[in-house]
């Protein structure tokens, strides 16, 4: 009998998430929901904070079916007082967590000419500002425990302008600096930050251009794969970045999009 251990066992020291857990923003739509889910049933426990209290509960019935370990957190998170309170909401179900996924966003697209202080305000406080405070409140417990995982949803927006990227493309490049910022202050002492760069995902926060056809078939004919993607599409790449196995992989953009950004 060969004593080379099995696959699963193999695998299961690679990317198990188990003793872990996690707090996802957006958790309960879109690529947020699908992260959760990936998290989840990898062995985390998972904190899902959004504002949708029907979505939400119905998320974590759906983790629960599974055998999976979820809580979650009804919040908005445009202002600083929200955040705290969600912040300190989502330590409670399960203790501080370990890994923290920033996938809660808005995607208010004003022409520029239109674009007022009001959108670039709240597009600020809850596509940057919220990862940024969240960041602070979770990661130096993670550093100082020695091991922490902090993965923002970034966009193509962050590297390139186009179809109106306006106040939003401006937010998701701080995203990006900011997993750059975090992986310099806490990456000696065990915690990871990057940053997932999807392409055009079939979303509800995409819900302007996937009403429009003749757009979404534009921008599935710029990738590679012939598609666009599908919120499953980031569900192993956000289970390598909470893992131990990307322990040496912090400070990147991680681009998730079919060959959409080299095509």
């Known amino acids: 009998m060969s004593d080379r251990p099995s696959t699963a066992a193999h695998l299961s020291a690679l990317f198990s998430l188990e003793g872990r857990v996690a707090v996802v923003t957006g958790g309960s739509s879109g690529i947020g929901r699908a992260i959760a889910e990936a998290l989840a049933r990898s062995g985390a426990a998972v904190v899902l904070v959004a504002r949708r209290e029907p979505e939400l509960a119905a998320t974590v ?3 629960e079916a599974h055998g999976c370990r979820a809580a979650r957190v009804s919040a908005d998170l445009g202002s600083r007082e929200g955040v705290q309170r969600a912040a300190d909401r989502a330590a409670e179900p399960f203790g501080e967590p370990d890994i923290l996924v920033n996938a809660a966003g808005i995607n208010l697209r004003p022409p520029m000419d239109a674009l007022g202080e009001d959108v670039w305000d709240t597009t600020m406080a809850v596509n940057l500002d919220a990862p940024f405070l969240l960041g602070q409140r979770f990661g130096p417990g993670m550093a100082e425990r020695g091991f922490g995982r902090i993965i923002h949803i970034a966009s193509q927006q962050a590297f390139r ?3 109106t990227s306006g106040a939003y493309g401006v937010s998701k490049a701080g995203l990006v600096a900011l997993a750059r910022s975090q992986a310099e202050a806490w990456s000696a002492r065990g915690l990871t930050a990057n940053a997932l760069v999807p392409g055009f ?5 995409n819900a302007r251009l996937s009403s429009d056809p003749e757009r979404v078939a534009a921008l599935a004919a710029r990738t590679m794969t012939g598609r666009n993607g599908v919120p499953d599409d980031f569900a192993g790449a ?4 909470a893992s131990a ?4 992989v912090t400070g990147q953009a991680i681009f998730v999009d079919g060959g959409f950004s080299v095509h």
Not at 201 to 205: A, E, G, I, K
Not at 238 to 241: E, G, K
């Open 61 to 63: 019935r759906d983790l």
């Open 238 to 241: 956000a289970v390598f970045l």
């Open 161 to 163: 302008a186009f179809v």
């Open 245 to 248: 196995s990307s322990a040496y």
């Open 201 to 205: 995902v079939m979303t509800p926060l």
